[in-house]
């Protein structure tokens, strides 16, 4: 998708009349995928788990300038012993049906939700809780199976806090579609690709506190037409903007266009444990092994990523603790030692195999191509992110190019341990792997979690169940008027945004 001439004709439309989101205080936000719902446990979709940001609250929260916790839902916590933490509550506030906020709700929330039978996505979120107990109405303790020590993370990070009566009452499948919180804002509608939140009038006092008063978000799938559509006035705010474009956008008068770092990574699972049928090749370790020599990361950093992009050598975030780079085996960029190992795997004449992608066509393309060089016929589709996480977690493609953002948190156990967990995530089935993993997620000792997940990660990088491919630079384009500022954590915070 290329714009040039386009645009300047865009940009003359983008110099009519403003629309009408400073003069209402209204927002407009462009997204390319349908919302899933607004349960954020069993939505893990980027703009899924932004909206739940929105309307739910957590207990507490890493601020993203800081990066250090602090009072949401609760007001104090403290670590009881190695498995307990223990949380006092806010007082005072009320869920946007009304009902007050108290122990209970957070028991019945996280209680269910750990639960595996009730069907969270991410189960790394929340399979470490053992108990959620109510000490008075107003203080509750979390309870892990083993010691935890990324417990804060996902407690700030991934866990918002329903009201647990109101959730009985209309279950689960309700719920997602009619949901009620705590957060600054609240669900007004629903409908036709469009969802409408206003502000939240009885929000506490809170740095979640928000200033725009409406948010308007509209589905607009297709790339070229979002991007029109914010340089013409129909929306004010859009991601997932390709990197080719982002420079073009802000050159328009009254737009701007950044890349933004993020702490997501981007890989390519494959499909090692066999999961798509009898046959597939993927299960031998030298075609994975080919796999990774035959596709020239560097290139497509340099050429299709843009920002600030890096090639990774590592299935996790750099920065996230316990992602040890120098434990990974690293593979060069070598087609000639793709095809020998093929040959010595048996497949001198190559092989066909499925692959799914999301988000960027021109990098799953790329991919695609540098398989082909070496006589591995990839059969490429384009999914919605949904589907291709889907078609992943239910063991229907070989090859996945997808990418993961660890709900922003700072912790390998939120990569390693979503994808190394034996879960529907987990298309290795390592068991020596998902060892080493659990044993790192059940301890206090930095050391020897640590020691674990570089061990875990050698065998991973070894045994090449993936490609660790690049970091994800994010592309934002949005009304130059509007006050808002990407964060590294991949999570545009539209509450702390003002004309």
Same mark, same amino acid.
């Given at each position: 998708?290329?714009?040039?001439?386009?645009?300047?004709?865009?940009?003359?439309?983008?110099?009519?009349?403003?629309?009408?989101?400073?003069?209402?205080?209204?927002?407009?936000?462009?997204?390319?995928?349908?919302?899933?719902?607004?349960?954020?446990?069993?939505?893990?979709?980027?703009?899924?788990?932004?909206?739940?940001?929105?309307?739910?609250?957590?207990?507490?929260?890493?601020?993203?300038?800081?990066?250090?916790?602090?009072?949401?839902?609760?007001?104090?916590?403290?670590?009881?012993?190695?498995?307990?933490?223990?949380?006092?509550?806010?007082?005072?506030?009320?869920?946007?049906?009304?009902?007050?906020?108290?122990?209970?709700?957070?028991?019945?929330?996280?209680?269910?939700?750990?639960?595996?039978?009730?069907?969270?996505?991410?189960?790394?979120?929340?399979?470490?809780?053992?108990?959620?107990?109510?000490?008075?109405?107003?203080?509750?303790?979390?309870?892990?199976?083993?010691?935890?020590?990324?417990?804060?993370?996902?407690?700030?990070?991934?866990?918002?806090?329903?009201?647990?009566?109101?959730?009985?009452?209309?279950?689960?499948?309700?719920?997602?579609?009619?949901?009620?919180?705590?957060?600054?804002?609240?669900?007004?509608?629903?409908?036709?690709?469009?969802?409408?939140?206003?502000?939240?009038?009885?929000?506490?006092?809170?740095?979640?506190?928000?200033?725009?008063?409406?948010?308007?978000?509209?589905?607009?799938?297709?790339?070229?037409?979002?991007?029109?559509?914010?340089?013409?006035?129909?929306?004010?705010?859009?991601?997932?903007?390709?990197?080719?474009?982002?420079?073009?956008?802000?050159?328009?008068?009254?737009?701007?266009?950044?890349?933004?770092?993020?702490?997501?990574?981007?890989?390519?699972?494959?499909?090692?444990?066999?999961?798509?049928?009898?046959?597939?090749?993927?299960?031998?370790?030298?075609?994975?092994?080919?796999?990774?020599?035959?596709?020239?990361?560097?290139?497509?950093?340099?050429?299709?990523?843009?920002?600030?992009?890096?090639?990774?050598?590592?299935?996790?975030?750099?920065?996230?603790?316990?992602?040890?780079?120098?434990?990974?085996?690293?593979?060069?960029?070598?087609?000639?030692?793709? %095809?020998?190992?093929?040959?010595? !795997?048996?497949?001198?004449?190559?092989? $066909? /195999?499925? #692959?799914?992608?999301?988000? @960027?066509? +021109?990098?799953?393309?790329?991919?695609?191509?540098?398989?082909?060089?070496?006589?591995?016929?990839?059969?490429?589709?384009?999914?919605?992110?949904?589907?291709?996480?889907?078609?992943?977690?239910?063991?229907?493609?070989?090859?996945?190019?997808?990418?993961?953002?660890?709900?922003?948190?700072?912790?390998?156990?939120?990569?390693?341990?979503?994808?190394?967990?034996?879960?529907?995530?987990?298309?290795?089935?390592?068991?020596?792997?998902?060892?080493?993993?659990?044993?790192?997620?059940?301890?206090?000792?930095?050391?020897?979690?640590?020691?674990?997940?570089?061990?875990?990660? %050698?065998?991973?990088?070894?045994? !090449?169940?993936?490609?660790?491919?690049? $970091? /994800?630079? #994010?592309?934002?384009?949005? @009304?130059? +008027?509007?006050?808002?500022?990407?964060?590294?954590?991949?999570?545009?915070?539209?509450?702390?945004?003002?004309?």
């Amino acid at each position: 998708m290329k714009f040039h001439a386009s645009l300047a004709l865009a940009a003359l439309v983008a110099a009519s009349p403003a629309m009408a989101g400073p003069d209402d205080n209204s927002l407009t936000i462009g997204l390319g995928e349908e919302l899933p719902g607004f349960d954020g446990y069993t939505s893990t979709s980027r703009d899924g788990v932004v909206m739940t940001r929105h309307l739910f609250d957590t207990l507490i929260w890493r601020n993203p300038e800081t990066f250090e916790y602090e009072p949401l839902l609760a007001t104090e916590w403290s670590r009881i012993d190695d498995r307990t933490y223990e949380f006092k509550l806010r007082e005072g506030v009320t869920f946007t049906d009304g009902s007050p906020f108290a122990a209970d709700d957070v028991v019945g929330t996280l209680t269910y939700w750990s639960n595996p039978e009730n069907g969270a996505r991410s189960q790394s979120s929340v399979s470490w809780i053992e108990t959620v107990e109510a000490v008075d109405d107003m203080t509750v303790r979390i309870v892990s199976k083993e010691p935890f020590p990324a417990a804060l993370e996902f407690v700030a990070g991934s866990l918002p806090i329903y009201p647990w009566d109101y959730f009985e009452e209309v279950g689960a499948e309700t719920f997602n579609r009619e949901p009620v919180g705590s957060g600054p804002y609240k669900l007004e509608t629903a409908q036709g690709g469009t969802t409408t939140l206003s502000i939240n009038e009885t929000y506490y006092d809170s740095p979640k506190a928000a200033s725009i008063e409406t948010l308007m978000i509209r589905t607009i799938p297709d790339d070229a037409t979002r991007i029109a559509e914010l340089l013409g006035g129909g929306i004010d705010w859009t991601w997932n903007v390709p990197a080719d474009q982002v420079a073009q956008i802000d050159s328009v008068p009254g737009r701007t266009g950044v890349l933004g770092s993020t702490m997501r990574i981007a890989f390519i699972g494959l499909d090692a444990a066999g999961r798509t049928g009898e046959g597939n090749p993927l299960t031998d370790v030298k075609v994975r092994q080919a796999i990774n020599h035959a596709i020239d990361k560097a290139a497509i950093v340099a050429n299709l990523v843009g920002g600030d992009g890096e090639v990774i050598d590592v299935p996790c975030y750099p920065m996230q603790f316990g992602c040890d780079v120098d434990a990974a085996v690293t593979y060069d960029y070598d087609p000639e030692k793709a %095809k020998a190992l093929l040959a010595e !795997a048996g497949f001198a004449d190559g092989l $066909t /195999v499925s #692959m799914t992608s999301y988000r @960027d066509r +021109a990098r799953a393309e790329a991919v695609q191509a540098y398989l082909a060089a070496v006589g591995i016929t990839a059969n490429l589709e384009m999914l919605q992110a949904r589907a291709s996480f889907s078609g992943w977690r239910e063991g229907q493609t070989e090859v996945w190019y997808g990418d993961w953002g660890s709900f922003s948190i700072a912790d390998a156990q939120a990569s390693l341990g979503n994808f190394f967990d034996g879960s529907s995530n987990d298309g290795f089935r390592d068991e020596e792997v998902m060892a080493l993993v659990a044993e790192a997620a059940g301890t206090v000792d930095e050391e020897v979690r640590k020691a674990n997940y570089a061990e875990a990660i %050698k065998l991973i990088t070894e045994r !090449a169940y993936m490609v660790p491919m690049h $970091t /994800v630079v #994010m592309g934002y384009a949005y @009304d130059s +008027a509007l006050n808002f500022t990407p964060n590294v954590d991949e999570i545009p915070r539209f509450f702390t945004a003002s004309w």
